[in-house]
């Protein structure tokens, strides 16, 4: 793993930062392998992200874009990662409509969606199972709790190791995440994290020694490169260690 820690002056920069290495991924991928898959993080963090990469001219038939969790709401509920990537970015480009891969939630029973999603990705990267597919980049943020994906404290989908998605619990509400190992196989993890209320969570993920399970964060040690870019607000201390 290759760990990459910057630390810019406010959230502005940040996602100045965020853009630029995430459009510098982008175009390797396809240079390396004529296409890019993206797996997107939700919450509020990365819309202003979304929204500056939507004004840029990129080789959307070429880009496959995934999420890396999603709440467990219709596409049109305000809660929804899927509606809210849609609004900020997708809807605003020239982006193929079968290149636009939603978690299903649809579905009663969450677990069912997470098989057809799981079924969704084995078919799309042609991986059986027991495999991992290798996303070229996936988009993370980290909760105020050091939760990430909807890989929560203490609950069960943290120690899913044989699936690539499962459901995951956030105060009995259910989501459906990627597993650890999918996000451990990616060429390229970004984290995206600003705002003081992340600081707590930070410094367990980053201490030589903490709780897997009461920060589920630390988990996440990619293959491939690991980017934290933090605003001044999340990650000073983090800067002078
Ligand atoms: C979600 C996210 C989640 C998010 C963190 C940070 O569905 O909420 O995928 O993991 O990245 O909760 O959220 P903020 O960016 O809103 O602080």
Not at 65 to 93: C, T
Request: glycine share 6%; proline share 8%.
């Amino acid at each position: 793993m290759n760990k990459i820690v910057e630390v810019l002056p406010d959230k502005t920069a940040l996602i100045e930062r965020s853009l630029q290495v995430c459009v510098e991924q982008i175009h390797a991928a396809i240079e390396q392998r004529s296409s890019c898959t993206i797996a997107l993080s939700g919450g509020s963090t990365p819309k202003p992200l979304y929204e500056a990469i939507a004004t840029q001219n990129l080789p959307w038939d070429k880009i496959h874009i995934f999420w890396g969790d999603e709440r467990y709401v219709l596409p049109d509920h305000p809660d929804s990662n899927q509606g809210m990537a849609r609004s900020a970015w997708l809807d605003k480009v020239n982006i193929p409509a079968a290149n636009i891969h939603p978690m299903p939630t649809e579905e009663a029973d969450p677990s069912v969606a997470a098989d057809q999603h799981e079924q969704h990705i084995r078919e799309f990267f042609q991986v059986q199972p027991g495999e991992f597919p290798a996303f070229d980049l996936i988009l993370l943020g980290i909760g105020d709790d050091g939760h990430t994906a909807s890989l929560f404290p203490h609950t069960e989908a943290l120690n899913v190791r044989d699936r690539l998605i499962t459901v995951g619990n956030k105060d009995g509400q259910p989501r459906i995440t990627f597993t650890a190992p999918l996000i451990n196989h990616a060429r390229c993890v970004i984290f995206v994290v600003a705002g003081a209320s992340k600081r707590p969570a930070l410094a367990q993920v980053f201490a030589p020694t903490a709780d897997d399970q009461t920060y589920p964060s630390r988990l996440i040690q990619p293959q491939g490169e690991l980017w934290w870019l933090f605003d001044e607000a999340a990650g000073l201390e983090l800067s002078r260690s």
